[in-house]
């Protein structure tokens, strides 16, 4: 299903689980790894649905990251413990491709996306070439530790990937911005803070919101965001936060806003991603099973992987 035109492509998955929670305010989310892995979906797990679906799996298993016990007074909060952490994403990451596989990621808070994007498209950049991005969130994740009103790392990672904030995080593999804003598409926001409402209108970052989604419809939004990230000249990477869904059909995760992406409008997206053929890489984060219920979250995190990577109805 994936154009062999591009390096780190072809019928081969790289799995690998990032069990970073400290950057959200709630706990639970670094759990979120091990419940993606272990739910059952009708009677199978993960690894085994996507391998139904022709796909060699590597499984890389989950990361070996700090799990700070007490709080953190540093701002943003637990910078040391992501400085450790960065250390060891970057390249794992980067060796997915490197063994020409399709990076699917499990989060983890969203703060992951900092050092998994950084090391796509440095990875990328090393062969001459660049990737666009396309997130989906209810929130902006644009703020920086001078804007942030609770200091959590989870909501600044877009800003570093852009170039704000702390040049530590921003200057990550030696180059900045991580993605060209003209090369991003930002879906399901409804939840923004003034200073990345700000941000958002003088980068002139094409951003689908509820509003638009609800005005004109799911299948529109999404093909006008694969539009823009297409524009990067060898694909697009997704990363795909579960508290842009509906917390309805979404319970499971530490930010939830009402009124989000339902579940069909979900699997839409992720199926008009597939059929491009141009998709890079995968994440999906912020399952917290500590908040779920029943497994719901987990269990719709597999569906929506499997949507991504070409499963049909029919």
């Known amino acids: 299903m994936f154009d062999r035109d591009f390096p780190g492509l072809g019928k081969k998955i790289g799995l690998i689980g990032v069990p970073l929670g400290f950057g959200a305010s709630k706990r639970g989310s670094a759990l979120g790894t091990r419940t993606i892995r272990q739910a059952n979906v009708r009677g199978k797990k993960l690894i085994e649905h996507i391998s139904d679906l022709g796909f060699q799996v590597h499984d890389y298993e989950d990361l070996d990251l700090p799990r700070p016990i007490e709080s953190s007074t540093e701002n943003p909060k ?5 400085n450790h952490s960065v250390e060891k994403i970057i390249p794992a990451v980067k ?18 996306a900092l050092p998994t994007f950084s090391a ?15 997130w989906f969130d209810a ?8 804007t942030s009103p609770s200091g959590n790392l989870h909501g ?19 180059f900045t911005p991580k993605v060209n804003p003209k090369f991003l598409a930002h879906i399901g926001a409804r939840d923004l803070d003034n200073g990345e409402k700000k941000l958002i209108r003088e980068l002139g970052i094409h951003c689908w919101t509820m509003h638009e ?4 419809g799911m299948n529109y939004c999404i093909e006008k965001a694969i539009e823009v990230a297409s524009q990067a000249p060898n694909g697009f990477a997704v990363t795909f936060d579960v508290d842009s ?3 309805i059909d979404a319970p499971g995760s530490g930010t939830l806003v009402r009124g989000g992406i339902s579940y069909r409008e979900a699997h839409l997206a992720l199926e008009r991603i597939s059929e491009t053929d141009k998709m890079r890489s995968f994440e999906i984060v912020e399952v917290n099973p500590m908040l779920d219920r029943d497994n719901r979250t987990s269990e719709l ?3 929506l992987i499997l949507s991504v990577l070409g499963k049909k109805i029919l």
């Open 78 to 82: 637990f910078l040391t413990e992501m």
């Open 95 to 112: 060796n997915i491709l490197e063994n020409e596989e399709l990076p699917v990621i499990l989060g983890g808070d969203h703060s992951i």
């Open 120 to 134: 796509i498209q440095s990875h990328f950049r090393s062969n001459n070439g660049e990737v666009g991005l396309i």
């Open 139 to 146: 929130h902006a994740d644009m703020n920086t530790p001078d």
């Open 156 to 174: 600044m990672p877009l800003a570093h990937l852009l170039g704000f904030g702390l040049s530590q995080f921003a200057e990550l593999e030696g």
């Open 213 to 216: 989604i609800d005005r004109y």
């Open 245 to 247: 869904l509906d917390p």
């Open 301 to 303: 995190a597999v569906e």
